[in-house]
Every structure is written in structure tokens, then in C-alpha cells.
């Protein structure tokens, strides 16, 4: 098993720029959430899913898509990139749902100048 | 939203000393859960609560779900240089998935040599 894996490692943007996420976990859960990472922030929810076909907003959706075609795949895409957004990126896989144990790919750091 | 207040932000210790840290929320949670994060890696899950008074081990780490549902304890025996970290402790009020988890803002361990 693989389980939590997040491409591309590090990203740098122009502002204004799009670009996706990537995020895959091959544990078979259900639940897969996006959250950033800030200095002194903590982590902070942006968007999850609670299966194929179903997403929904965290925290600090603003600026970010997603969608949910498949079990395994959970894409976070950024429309217009602001330097706001510069963080690192973790995705995260659950069996059972958000409120139980997560378990985090290895993020991504994306920096927009 | 939902506050986690962690403390202490950041701790000194001599090798082979316990640690102790704790998480305070200001709504009650049903599960908590406690992470360790290395420098440039996701959050790796420790310790997993899901009922108040619960108290649970892994290795050289206890952790405790308050009997108020509002905290969280953790804590590290005979402190060895790999524990050398950030702690994270993060809550959740559905077990449903709809809300994420909320995230402490991290304990910053050094083990003084």
C-alpha cells in the first residue's frame, strides 16, 4: 500500500495562474479531505468528500475546487492563484468518515510570487 | 468555528525526560486525536481517543480524553532524540464525516543533547 500520495512535491505560481492538486490513496476510504498548512495557523480544512460524486466545503474554501470522480482521486485545483495561497498543501484519507482517524499524504509546498 | 487551544507551544528537555502537553477546547469534541509532524512530512497519526475518560498508549506515549469532552492530554516517557517534533492534537464533534477535524496549533519538542 502506498496510501496517501500528492504530486507535485513543491510548485511555484505566478499570480493569476491555475494549476491542480493531485491526491490519491489506494486504502479504499471514502472520506478525503484537502487542508493547508500555515505558520502558526495550524491546519486548516479547505474542502472534503465524503465519497465518489460528493464534496463539500471546510473552513477556508475560497479560491479552491474540487471534485470526486472516483474512490481513489481527490483533485484540488486553484482558479487564479494569489500569494494568500502560498502554504503547504496536505490531503488526507479516512475509512470511517472526518471525525475519525485521518491518515496524511506527504503535501505539497506551493509558493505564488 | 471551533478553538483548540495547545499548550505549551514549544518545549526544551534534557534526553530521557517525560513530557507532558495538553489540548483545551471551547465545545465539546467525540473524538480526539493526536499527531506527530516531522520537518517537510505530513502529520502521522499517534494516538486515537474516542470516548471521555479513555486512556490510551503507544509505546512511550499516554493519551487521555478529558472527562469534559473539552480536553486532551499527551504524554511522552523517557524522551528519546527522535521524538523531536511538532505535536499536533486535533478534535472532532460528528464522527459522520460532514466537519474535519480541528487542529491545535502544535507543540514544538526539542530535546536538548
Known amino acids: 500500500n502506498a496510501g496517501v500520495t500528492q504530486t507535485p512535491k513543491f510548485q511555484v505560481l505566478k499570480t493569476g495562474q491555475s494549476m491542480t492538486l493531485q491526491c490519491a490513496q489506494d486504502?479504499?476510504?471514502?472520506?478525503m479531505s484537502w487542508y493547508r498548512q500555515d505558520p502558526g495557523m495550524g491546519l486548516r480544512l479547505i474542502h472534503y468528500?465524503?465519497?465518489?460524486?460528493?464534496?463539500d466545503q471546510g473552513e477556508v474554501p475560497n479560491g479552491y475546487n474540487v471534485s470526486r470522480s472516483t474512490t481513489e482521486d481527490f483533485p484540488l485545483r486553484l482558479l487564479s492563484a494569489a500569494p494568500s495561497q502560498t502554504s503547504v498543501y496536505f490531503c488526507?484519507?479516512?475509512?470511517?468518515?472526518?471525525?475519525?482517524?485521518?491518515?496524511f499524504g506527504p503535501g505539497t509546498r506551493l509558493t505564488v510570487t | 468555528g471551533q478553538q483548540l487551544n495547545q499548550s505549551p507551544q514549544s518545549m526544551f528537555i534534557q534526553e530521557g525526560e517525560d513530557v507532558s502537553m495538553n489540548c483545551t477546547s471551547s465545545?465539546?469534541?467525540?473524538?480526539w486525536l493526536w499527531y506527530k509532524q516531522d520537518p517537510g512530512e505530513g502529520p502521522v497519526l499517534l494516538i486515537a481517543?474516542?470516548?471521555?475518560?479513555e486512556l490510551t498508549s503507544n509505546g512511550r506515549l499516554t493519551a487521555q480524553f478529558g472527562t469534559t469532552r473539552k480536553d486532551s492530554f499527551l504524554n511522552i516517557s523517557a524522551s528519546i532524540p527522535s521524538d523531536v517534533g511538532i505535536y499536533f492534537c486535533?478534535?472532532?464533534?460528528?464522527?459522520?464525516?460532514?466537519?474535519?477535524?480541528?487542529f491545535g496549533k502544535g507543540t514544538h519538542l526539542i530535546i536538548q543533547p
Open positions: 486504502m479504499n476510504h471514502e472520506y
Open positions: 488526507a484519507s479516512s475509512y470511517s468518515g472526518g471525525g475519525y482517524e485521518q491518515y
Open positions: 465545545s465539546i469534541f467525540n473524538t
Open positions: 481517543l474516542y470516548k471521555a475518560g
Open positions: 486535533a478534535g472532532a464533534y460528528s464522527g459522520g464525516g460532514a466537519d474535519g477535524l480541528t
Open positions: 468528500s465524503v465519497g465518489a460524486g460528493i464534496t
